[in-house]
Nanobody, 123 residues
């Protein structure tokens, strides 16, 4: 499956963005999807994940209460709603897919990765 992330941009601290991860094929419903981010000079880190059915989600502690992951399998799209953004949320955000019904936080579980979208939060 091919994935494409979009929706990034420049926003002031406290603002919001909705990131989208669209699949090229109508099979996204078979895949768990994770969002990961990487800031310059830092390692890639887990942000959020959702099971293939959408029934289970997982979040990094740093984004709990601020970010919400959801999916619309009819539209082959997974969303990451980011609220109360902070400058430390600045990074390139990638979505990744894996054939699983569990929202894993480990990047190696996901063999399919989309091109990232840049999120920049100004103070």
């Amino acid at each position: 499956v091919q994935l494409q992330a979009s929706g990034g941009g420049l926003v002031q601290a406290g603002g919001s963005l909705r990131l989208s991860c669209a699949a090229s094929q109508r099979t996204l419903s078979l895949y768990a999807v994770g969002w990961f981010r990487q800031a310059p000079g830092k390692e890639r880190e887990f942000v959020a994940a959702i099971s293939s059915s959408g029934g289970s989600t997982a979040y990094a502690d740093s984004v709990k209460g601020r970010f919400t992951i959801s999916r619309d399998n009819a539209k082959n799209t997974v969303y990451l709603q980011t609220n109360s953004l902070k400058p430390e949320d600045t990074a390139v955000y990638h979505c990744a897919g894996g054939r699983s019904n569990a929202p894993y936080s480990t990047a190696t579980v996901y063999p399919y990765w989309g091109q990232g979208t840049q999120v920049t939060v100004s103070s």
